[in-house]
């Protein structure tokens, strides 16, 4: 995991324990290293506020480049909550997880949450 995201050293490993792999394809199903992708973009001048867990997904290089430069994968990045338009809230729009085939809210603390907002059971 490489590269100046704006988050911090404790919010990326908050990030990495939470998805376990990438969000996208899985643990063993990545093209290239792992980065932190914000959900939302910081923008020119990168927005300080949007440097958020809840804001941050674990996702491989190859996808992180493909949803920036393909519109088809940044159209389902949209639908999927894996990318948000600027007029979008961070806490309002669930974002999809594969592996637990469910869309949940994300939380500061590093939590899936179901849509309740009540956190899901971590597995054991």
């Known amino acids: 995991m490489s590269g100046n995201t704006g988050f911090t050293r404790a919010q990326k490993i908050t990030i990495a324990a939470r998805d376990l ?3 996208i394809h ?6 290239g290293e ?3 992708h914000h959900r939302k973009g910081r ?5 300080k506020s949007r440097n958020r867990v809840a804001n941050g997904l674990l996702v491989c290089s190859a996808w992180n480049g493909d949803v920036e430069s393909l519109p088809d994968v940044a159209a389902q990045a949209r639908k999927n909550g894996w990318k948000l338009r600027t007029d979008h809230e961070i806490d309002t729009l669930p974002v999809y997880i ?3 085939g469910q869309f949940v809210f994300l939380d500061d603390a590093g939590n899936y949450l179901n849509m309740q907002h009540q956190p899901l059971r971590k597995a054991a």
């Open 34 to 36: 792992l980065v932190h």
């Open 98 to 100: 594969p592996r637990l």
């Open 43 to 47: 923008g020119a001048g990168g927005v």
């Open 26 to 31: 899985g643990a063993t199903g990545c093209a």
């Open 21 to 23: 792999g990438c969000v």
